[in-house]
T-cell receptor, first 115, second 112 residues
Framework: GAGVSQSPSNKVTEKGKDVELRCDPI?????LYWYRQSLGQGLEFLIY????????KSGLPSDRFSAERTGGSVSTLTIQRTQQEDSAVYLC?????????????FGPGTRLTVL | GDSVTQMEGPVTLSEEAFLTINCTYT??????LFWYVQYPGEGLQLLLK?????DKGSNKGFEATYRKETTSFHLEKGSVQVSDSAVYFC???????????FGKGTRLHILP
């Protein structure tokens, strides 16, 4: 496909369970971002991957959150021991190279509901 | 650190009204500035951007001018349509650390 894809589109889980969210960026894009969009809130930066550099994890809200990017392409965001406050839409975006000027392309998001 | 502040919504206007959504930023360097839009049920998409002072970004009748002296990037449209109803996000990218910082978003409702 031509765009950023994310799966699943919706995830309902019970408090305390672990979840994995997947992002497939646009082929050839070297930079990948994860954001969280909570109800009534803006976009909260979580983590950023650029090429082979160490990821910028400064936005991760707690050590229950982690992400990896395998082979410079697909990324997985893992939330361990989910809490109700983790409920949000998790967005992934990718960009070609220069985030200073290049457009970020967003995926449709994964809506996570923690019961 | 860098930040973006935009007017809180919701903003409700009648069709054909003039629109301004204010956005100001704080950045140490010389960032690029963006407006993203999220239509109902759709993903975020870039609306327009400006990469240096005095640049004007424009798309779909929307405009925003990069004003370094006032650290602003206000979004304007001369005559809004019902189809412009969406959430609008102002954002900046600072070349020093490659992150994009978003504002909280402004929900726009256009009444027919």
């Amino acid at each position: 496909g031509a765009g950023v894809s994310q799966s699943p589109s919706n995830k309902v889980t019970e408090k305390g369970k672990d979840v994995e969210l997947r992002c497939d960026p646009i082929s050839g894009h070297t930079a990948l971002y994860w954001y969280r969009q909570s109800l009534g809130q803006g976009l909260e930066f979580l983590i950023y991957f650029q090429g082979n550099s160490a990821p910028d994890k400064s936005g991760l809200p707690s050590d229950r959150f982690s992400a990896e990017r395998t082979g410079g392409s697909v990324s997985t965001l893992t939330i361990q021991r989910t809490q109700q406050e983790d409920s949000a839409v998790y967005l992934c975006a990718s960009t070609y190279r220069d985030t200073h000027t290049d457009t970020q392309y967003f995926g449709p998001g994964t809506r996570l509901t923690v019961l | 650190g860098d930040s973006v502040t935009q007017m809180e919504g919701p903003v409700t206007l009648s069709e054909e009204a003039f629109l301004t959504i204010n956005c100001t930023y704080t950045a140490t360097g010389y960032p690029s500035l963006f407006w993203y839009v999220q239509y109902p049920g759709e993903g975020l998409q870039l609306l327009l951007k400006a990469t240096k002072a005095d640049d004007k970004g424009s798309n779909k009748g929307f405009e925003a001018t990069y004003r370094k002296e006032t650290t602003s990037f206000h979004l304007e449209k001369g005559s809004v349509q019902v189809s412009d109803s969406a959430v609008y996000f102002c954002a900046l990218s600072d070349k020093r650390d490659d992150k994009i910082i978003f504002g909280k978003g402004t929900r726009l409702h256009i009444l027919p």
